[in-house]
């Protein structure tokens, strides 16, 4: 193969130099194929990276014609291939002339190039600013490259003179994808989306429009985006110049520019658009809007309605005998007239003179000399309070203009009482929305209350519920002890109910002795929703069970209660009414005084939580639950301590996952006296380990503390004597705390970790980076160790980024002078690299699962006999559990 000459520089540069206007694809094509003919080669390709540098994708390739694209190539994941990843950001290149002569590090490359009878390989990069965009590869298939030494002296500098053309390529594909997902977004919106650009020489143009511009405005968006002169020309004439004077202030100012102004059509019909957009200025020196304009004819028509219909209600008002007065500039009473003497109670002699503001109550004064400092036209439809001649307040509506006669400046204030005005406005309010015998709201009230509770459901992404409720045999009463007797009774329940639920929801009587709530604010996931409106739904029905005093005697009822939960809004109004109706009768057939979901899927899992909450204090009082250790091991892989972890057995429901009960007592607090039993057996197995020869008297004990656990207010106390009624070591106990602990008063709970280690204990930050993580209380709290979350652990050997986090908390850790300690180790691999960090504890399945007490003594006891490492003994993944690696 002949050397390169310039003549073959020259020749495969001319195939990238119309790469621009005839296309990056056809150019970087035509490159490959002229690189295939240069090297004698099979087949010439380019391998793109994926943004992760994960994956190596073949974006173009050239082959001779007697061959095909070979689909292994299409797509390599980097991770299977270390060996080529190596060479290429090693070496910066690879060279192969006889696969079956590579190595065992390269089996996964041998066997790749020998599945698609590659011979001879040369690879090398292609960069742009410093990165690597990905490779550029020439193959001898079948049948050797003639020289690969020449080949890869060759490649590299045409790598380098390819490297604009994929940067080109990629760019332009980018820009395809952004206008893509532009347009895309413009197609979804109601208005017209643009881009407004503006040269120095006047020249315009919108380098994007929607296509909805056309049926606005009758101009193509093609058109538009070529000369915006078109779009401007149906601006209405008289509005032309606002529109420019804005664009102008906009430019000037580099603020927002906002309009509302006429177009009008060829047909002359005219319509009102609003337009906003946000300037950008640009290199070349045009400046650049983004924004978006809307039909808004039918609103300005609506407001034009509005405005005849004030005008016509104040002709009218004009007529009514309203209080006039007249104030000189100075806010003296000059004029004072009967309908003025009748409304405040006071003659016109004795309020000449003095200042208008005695007649208004002190917080209104201000807002009326505010109002007589603005000069010229009218001030319409103040309310104020006035004061009458005997110190009652009422509410008034002031009108104020300004006469300015020869200089003399005055005012003429008309002033209405709306005392009788307002009383009607509440009455009818009353009437209208509220029950007139127990003053809940009515249905009318109900269903617009609903509505409301749809949008605060879907804003807040939580559930809300429909209860439907029904009194058992209130016809009973009502026929036997009269109409008065039920009244009450259904005025009982009302207050009843409204003392039950909270503040923000509602309680509403439909008629009868039906009533309905709407129940706000519980947990986005159905089931657990279901189970929080039960407890509300059950606190309800308690209530309404106590014994009513009626008309000197005593009575006692009972509701029914259907349910049926919402999120958003999904259904009608009317239509969650008929299921929570449909529910309640539910309710009555099951034996009445009883709570009922409209989905019976939903009833049966309420049931079925409801009887494990009974289920886990019964299974704390019977001694049901039992004390688990997964071991804590060095970097030696030597014992340094265990991890306490409850663990339940039931003996109806056999082991129950900690995933299922945990979460659940943390929820309705169970998880209190749950620690308090779990804290007391971990010292007591503590002290008696003491006892022990080593490693047992050595190991430290790591104990679990939930937020709510740990924000008792006797919890350092409680802590404190469960040290001294078993007689553990404190220096040997260990806390481990969750970062959601520290969401609430860092001051209180730091007060409270001093507390703890003033008695001796160490305290762990369990799962550090998975949430409320803060490099400002690590440095205020005395913690002691940081617990690496096991996701990280768990990623480390494909995930550079997971290998980075835990990088960094060992260093900082280090940094702060605290222990480390990784959870979740499953690999020898991950162990290794978790050691050459500087980690100092390791715990997980590589050394042990979960381990009754019997079975993780036997397991130590093996290790003291045999001193060697935990993860290299037969046995070591017994487990006394058949769960996964959890805690709990």
Not at 64 to 82: I, K
Not at 112 to 125: A, C, E, F, G, N
Not at 406 to 411: F, I, K, N, T
Not at 656 to 685: M, R, T
Request: aromatic share 8%; charged share 25%.
């Amino acid at each position: 193969m002949q050397s390169w000459s310039d003549a073959d520089w020259l020749d495969l540069s001319l195939a990238l130099v119309e790469a621009p206007t005839a296309g990056h694809d056809n150019a970087i094509h035509r490159f490959l194929g002229k690189l295939g003919d240069r090297f004698q080669a099979c087949r010439c390709s380019l391998h793109l990276l994926d943004h992760a540098g994960a994956v190596l994708r073949r974006s173009h390739a050239w082959q001779v014609e007697d061959h095909t694209l070979a689909p292994g190539w299409q797509r390599l994941t980097l991770a299977r291939f270390p060996w080529l990843v190596a060479q290429l950001r090693g070496q910066r290149q690879v060279t192969i002339d006889q696969p079956e002569a590579l190595g065992q590090e390269a089996a996964a490359e041998k066997s790749l190039l020998q599945k698609h009878q590659t011979r001879s390989l040369v690879m090398v990069p292609v960069s742009a600013d410093g990165a690597d965009l990905g490779y550029l590869s020439c193959e001898g298939v079948r049948q050797a490259l003639p020289s690969v030494s020449e080949v890869a002296s060759g490649l590299a500098p045409a790598a380098r003179m390819l490297a604009s053309a994929v940067q080109g390529w990629l760019d332009a594909n980018e820009r395809r994808r952004l206008d893509q997902s532009l347009s895309t977004f413009a197609s979804q919106f109601p208005g017209v989306v643009y881009q407004f650009q503006l040269f120095p020489d006047g020249f315009a143009r919108c380098p994007f429009i929607s296509d909805t511009v056309e049926q606005l405005f009758e101009v193509p968006a093609a058109q538009a985006r070529e000369d915006v002169r078109p779009l401007l020309a149906r601006i209405h004439p008289e509005d032309l110049g606002r529109f420019f004077e804005a664009i102008e202030t906009s430019r000037a100012n580099l603020t927002p520019w906002f309009l509302q102004f006429r177009g009008r059509r060829p047909s002359g019909e005219v319509f009102w658009v609003e337009a906003r957009s946000v300037p950008e200025p640009q290199p070349d020196g045009s400046m650049l809007w983004h924004g978006y304009f809307h039909d808004i004819t039918a609103q300005v028509e609506a407001q034009r309605r509005l405005r005849q219909q004030a005008e016509q209600t104040e002709a009218i008002l004009a007529n009514v005998a309203d209080a006039i007065l007249t104030i000189d500039h100075k806010g003296r009473i000059r004029t004072f007239n009967p309908a003025a003497e009748r409304i405040f109670g006071l003659q016109a002699g004795d309020v000449i003179e003095h200042p208008v503001a005695e007649l208004l109550t002190y917080p209104h004064r201000r807002s009326l000399y505010r109002l007589l400092r603005k000069q010229g036209g009218l001030v319409d439809g103040r309310e104020v309070e006035g004061v009458r001649a005997d110190g009652s307040v009422f509410p008034a509506e002031v009108k104020l203009s300004v006469i300015d006669a020869q200089g003399d400046l005055r005012y003429v204030a008309a002033v209405r009482d709306l005392s009788q005005s307002k009383r009607a406005e509440a009455e009818i309010e009353q009437l209208a929305f509220f029950d007139p015998l127990t003053g809940l709201p009515n249905r009318r009230l109900l269903v617009d209350r609903l509505v409301q509770a749809q949008a605060s459901s879907e804003r807040n992404t939580q559930h809300a519920a429909l209860v439907f409720i029904d009194l058992d045999d209130f016809k009973t009463i009502n026929d036997s002890a009269g109409h008065a007797v039920g009244d009450e009774l259904l005025r009982q329940v009302g207050q009843r109910l409204s003392a039950t639920v909270k503040d923000l929801d509602t309680v509403a009587r439909l008629g009868g002795d039906e009533f309905v709530l709407i129940l706000k604010g519980f947990a986005g996931d159905p089931t657990r929703a279901a189970t929080q409106v039960e407890k509300v739904c059950e606190r309800v029905r308690r209530q309404l069970n106590r014994p009513y005093r009626l008309s000197g005697g005593e009575y006692t009822g009972s509701p029914s209660l259907g349910v049926t939960l919402f999120f958003g809004r999904r259904r009608q109004p009317d239509e969650l009414l008929r299921h929570a109706d449909l529910a309640m009768y539910r309710a009555k057939e099951n034996g009445k005084n009883r709570i009922a979901f409209y989905d019976a899927e939903m009833q049966r899992i309420v049931t079925e939580r409801l009887q494990l909450e009974s289920d886990l204090h019964l299974g704390l009082k019977h001694g049901q639950f039992q004390l688990h250790y997964q071991l804590q091991v060095d970097c030696r892989q030597q014992p340094a301590g265990v991890e306490a972890l409850v663990r339940w057995h039931s003996p109806e429901r056999g082991w129950v996952s900690p995933g299922a009960f945990i979460p659940l007592a943390e929820e309705n607090g169970f998880i209190v006296p749950l620690g308090h039993w779990v804290l007391d057996q971990a010292c007591h197995q503590l002290a008696q380990w003491q006892a022990a020869p080593a490693p047992f008297s050595q190991l430290v004990m790591a104990v679990n503390v939930s937020a709510r656990q740990f924000h008792q207010p006797a919890f350092v106390a409680s802590v404190e004597a469960a040290l001294a009624r078993s007689g553990a070591p404190p220096r040997l106990l260990k806390l481990e705390l969750t970062e959601s602990v520290f969401a609430q008063d860092l001051e209180l709970i730091r007060d409270r970790l001093q507390r703890l280690k003033a008695l001796g204990i160490r305290v762990s930050l369990d799962d550090f980076g998975t949430g409320y993580s803060s490099l400002g209380y690590l440095k205020r709290l005395p913690l002691d160790e940081l617990k690496i979350d096991q996701g990280f652990v768990r990623c480390l050997h494909r995930s550079a980024g997971d290998a980075a986090i835990a990088r960094m908390i060992i260093a900082l850790a280090a940094e702060m002078e605290l222990t480390v300690v990784a959870e979740g180790v499953e690999r020898d691999d991950q162990f290794q690299a978790l050691v050459a960090m500087g980690c100092d504890r390791f715990q997980g399945f590589l050394f042990a699962r979960p381990l009754a007490l019997a079975e993780v003594e036997s397991l130590l006891q093996g290790v003291n006999a045999s001193p060697g490492t935990i993860g290299k003994r037969p046995g070591h993944l017994v487990s006394g559990f058949p769960g996964p690696n959890e805690g709990g």
